[in-house]
């Protein structure tokens, strides 16, 4: 094992003292390696030398010469202070000013041999000069042998870096610098994670010279390829993450499917009876698929760990409940969590509907129960006479106890923290646990945060759905939205308005929402019935509120994005959107799946605050386009990275030094497969799994493996 110079703390480096120390590690920043696999954001081409003579305004260029004066200019401003220096080489010469950097003057000394690079600017009265430019001060005679490859801020493909703090691109420069000759000249072992063999096979470069190579590029290296981070070098650097990732992933699997469920379950006539008896209608073959991988895993001795994806609308509740009475008419108990309340209600009321005409007993768990029943419910959940709950987060709680948990089943799970999940699914012995999500993601991304759960998709839609016809106005023609809801109402059918609610500023937007809502009762639609749903109201005055638009007797349902997941009430065939430009494009999307849900022709109008930016643009465009759910996803992720992704919070994903989601999906893929086949060898993988119990957490910020 060679020693581990990675670990070296930046401290040790010139010019890092216990305050920029502490500065670094602000920005994550604590161990050489940390450094290092802070990759620049872009490169720059330093390396071509421009004659002096032939500088312009506007250009940003290098040039290289002798310095042939120096000195400090006071300005009118008391203080302020500019380095000026003046560099000659063999075509003419140019000014150099330096704002505010007086301490240049000992940098600086007149027949020096230096380069600049930076911005030609014009100065009224003082003709051409570069302002503030990077330099770089060349030791040796003129032209002395590999003096180029010793510059680290010009004459060569430079980095450029983030600015965080105090941690400037120059500064990150000289501490690469310094960092790659602690590690040793080219070719020296160092720490590596990617297993040797794998490197070999892949003939991927080594770990020290890709760091290098990742920021200090050799002469002759294609910009492109490098702005791109298509290098081999980048691209080791990539893999090695990802690799390191996914196998975690697959470790965290496999160590998973050592686990035994108490019982597997058991498939006879009488399951099959009981299961056709709760279906009120065919199922979709994607449905059927899907029911079929569930209960095949439901009757294995490990537990199941699988997401049903699914498009808003695609039917996901009714396999979901198949696997519920599977699971029951084995003997288990059933637990199904919502994200939230109006959620966990509508899923109640469904699954008892359907169930009513079986023997088992399902009860309502959610923050709005009553004391004395919620007393009931825990005691009979104990003793093992209640068969399914429904509810919210409350049923991770402590005092939620089962006779016999045989299944967990969590509604766009994405929206729970780890640990609520877990807590859950702790409340029996290795449960199987069935995830949904209403979020289709691409594939990379699924890769990513599912890698380590089987995944069963539905994209058929159950039959008879027309297509939501879409389109986008500005706010301008609300008059048209005005009577495409009146044509609506006047039919029988029900209409949605939606308003954003906005982190930064929601009391202001509910205020909106509020006077909206008053607005269209009092002086647009005075003859319909109009009603305002938002989050902060009470459970019961939401659950009025919802109960009165299912039943028919709300016309007009004024909403925040409350309504985005999962409501269903088939009668409202239209959407209209406020400050549609506000919201994500997957969001939209969900909320359109509102809608659509009957026989009857269906509209959804985007009204949006005009000039639209070009990301805007395209946003609305592609929902105009399509109600493919996983086109939509695709172009979401295209249109705003990976971050962005879930909208304003991240959800799980893991944080990447190096890799980027978007950019490097088929890194990923690469990734995927090549953890897949090392872990099926075995070889090595103890060593490796060892390594990740380590620095899973430190570096994707997710919970342990293995
Ligand atoms: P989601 O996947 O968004 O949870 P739901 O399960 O709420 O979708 O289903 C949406 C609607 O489609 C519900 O009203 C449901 O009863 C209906 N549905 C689901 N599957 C079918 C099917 N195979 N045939 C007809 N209607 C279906
Ligand atoms: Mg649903």
């Not at 929902?623 to 086109?631: A, K, P, Q, R, Y």
Request: glycine share 8%; charged share 25%.
């Amino acid at each position: 094992m060679p020693q581990d110079l990675l670990g070296t703390p930046l401290q040790f480096l010139k010019g890092v003292g216990p305050r920029r120390a502490a500065d670094l590690e602000k920005i994550g920043l604590v161990t050489v390696e940390d450094l290092l696999c802070r990759f620049p954001v872009r490169y720059e081409d330093r390396g071509r030398f421009a004659a002096i003579a032939s500088l312009h305004q506007g250009q940003r260029a290098s040039v290289q010469g002798e310095v042939l004066s120096a000195h400090v200019r006071p300005t009118r401003r008391p203080g302020f202070r500019i380095f000026e220096m003046v560099l000659q080489d063999a075509s003419g010469s140019i000014r150099a000013a330096f704002p505010n950097q007086a301490f240049l003057k000992d940098v600086f000394k007149p027949h020096q041999r230096v380069i600049l690079y930076g911005l030609v600017e014009r100065r009224p009265g003082t003709g051409l000069q570069l302002a503030s430019p990077d330099y770089e001060i060349l030791s040796g005679e003129p032209g002395a042998e590999g003096e180029e490859d010793q510059t680290v801020h010009t004459g060569r493909i430079v980095p450029i870096y983030e600015k965080a703090g105090s941690m400037t691109p120059k500064l990150q420069r000289a501490l690469v610098q310094q960092a790659l000759q602690l590690l040793g000249g080219p070719g020296a072992e160092i720490d590596d994670p990617l297993p040797a063999a794998l490197e070999r096979t892949l003939q991927m470069p080594r770990r020290r010279d890709a760091f290098e190579a990742a920021h200090f590029p050799p002469a002759g290296a294609s910009l492109d390829d490098l702005n791109a981070f298509r290098t081999p070098a980048q691209q080791r650097l990539i893999f090695e993450e990802f690799f390191l990732f996914q196998a975690g992933l697959l470790l965290k699997r496999r160590r998973q499917r050592a686990d035994r469920k108490r019982r597997s379950i058991a498939i006879d006539d009488r399951v099959r009876d009981a299961a056709r008896a709760v279906l009120p209608f065919r199922l979709t073959g994607d449905q059927k698929r899907a029911v079929r991988e569930i209960v095949d895993d439901m009757a294995r001795p490990e537990p199941m760990n699988r997401i049903l994806q699914g498009d808003v609308g695609a039917g996901k509740t009714i396999v979901a409940l198949l696997a519920a009475l599977v699971a029951m008419e084995n003997g288990f108990q059933v637990a199904f969590m919502a994200p939230t309340e109006i959620l966990a209600d509508q899923h109640f009321m469904t699954i008892r509907r359907r169930l009513e005409a079986s023997r088992f007993r399902i009860a309502a768990l959610t923050g709005s129960v009553p004391a004395k029943r919620r007393r009931e419910v825990l005691a009979e959940l104990e003793a093992g006479s209640m068969h399914m709950v429904i509810g919210t987060h409350a049923l991770a709680e402590e005092a939620v106890a089962f006779r016999e948990l045989g299944l967990v089943i969590i509604d766009e799970q994405h929206r729970f923290g780890v640990v609520q999940r877990a807590a859950l699914r702790a409340k029996g012995t290795n449960p199987d646990v069935l995830v949904m999500t209403a979020t289709p993601i691409p594939r990379t991304l699924s890769m990513t945060l599912y890698g380590d759960l089987d995944v069963s998709i539905i994209r058929e839609m159950p039959p008879g759905r027309q297509a939501v016809k879409t389109s986008a106005r500005p706010e301008s023609r609300r008059e048209e939205a005005y009577r495409a809801i009146r044509a609506a109402v006047e039919a029988g059918r029900q209409a949605y308005v939606v308003y954003p609610l906005v982190e930064e500023s929601e009391k202001i937007d509910l205020r909106n929402a509020t006077a909206m809502a008053e607005h269209l009762a009092s002086a647009v639609f005075p003859q319909y019935r109009v009603a305002l749903l938002h989050g902060r109201l009470k459970p019961d005055q939401k659950d009025r509120v919802m109960a009165s638009f299912a039943a028919g007797e709300t016309h007009i349902l004024v909403s925040t994005t409350v309504v985005e997941v999962g409501v269903d009430v088939p009668n409202a065939t239209i959407m209209v959107v406020e400050h549609a430009e506000r919201f994500g494009l997957s969001q939209l999307h969900q909320l359109r799946g509102r809608v659509g849900r009957s026989e009857h022709a269906s509209a959804c109008l985007l009204l949006y605050q005009a000039p639209l930016t070009d990301t805007g643009k395209a946003r609305l465009q592609a929902l105009v386009e399509t109600s493919d759910g996983f086109v939509i996803a695709e172009r979401d992720l295209e249109l705003r990275g990976p971050g962005d992704f879930f909208g304003t919070r991240q959800s799980g994903l893991p944080t990447f030094r190096v890799g980027d989601l978007g950019r490097d999906a088929a890194i990923m893929e690469h990734a995927r497969r090549e953890a897949t086949d090392w872990i099926a060898t075995d070889a090595g993988v103890a060593e490796l799994a060892g390594r990740l119990r380590h620095q899973w957490k430190a570096r994707f910020g997710l919970a342990e493996v293995g």
